[in-house]
């Protein structure tokens, strides 16, 4: 028999191993079930903000109060989200080198 064999109660092992945080699970802003929250001063601009969501396709709950200051944070922050940065690897050793010398890159630029 194997020493990683369970020796125990299949219950309190089930238990465990459903109980924590579903660390895996993926919500993401501007879906139904997690909508971007925001208020606008008049008609007009919620148009505008409606428009704008049609045209990209995610889902805004738009709450139009005149007394209240326009909060327009968390459309901001989806809009301008950062661009993923891609660099060029570094050649290996026996790659010709990138400087158009002709060598290998172990025998001019590393």
Do not use: W
């Not at 299949?10 to 919500?27: F, K, P």
């Not at 903000?49 to 709950?61: D, K, N, R, S």
């Amino acid at each position: 028999m194997s020493k990683l064999f369970f020796k125990g109660r299949i219950e309190t092992r089930q238990n465990h191993v459903l109980a924590g945080y579903n660390v895996n699970r993926d919500v993401k802003a501007g879906t139904e079930e997690a909508p971007i929250k925001v208020t606008v001063q008049n008609e007009t601009r919620k148009a505008e903000i409606e428009t704008l969501a049609e045209e990209q396709e995610f889902v805004v709950e738009i709450t139009v109060d005149a007394q209240q200051e326009e909060n327009t944070i968390e459309l901001d922050t989806f809009l301008n989200k950062p661009k993923t940065m891609t660099f060029e690897k570094t050649p290996n050793r026996n790659d010709p080198c990138s400087c158009g010398s002709g060598k290998k890159y172990k025998k001019c630029c590393a």
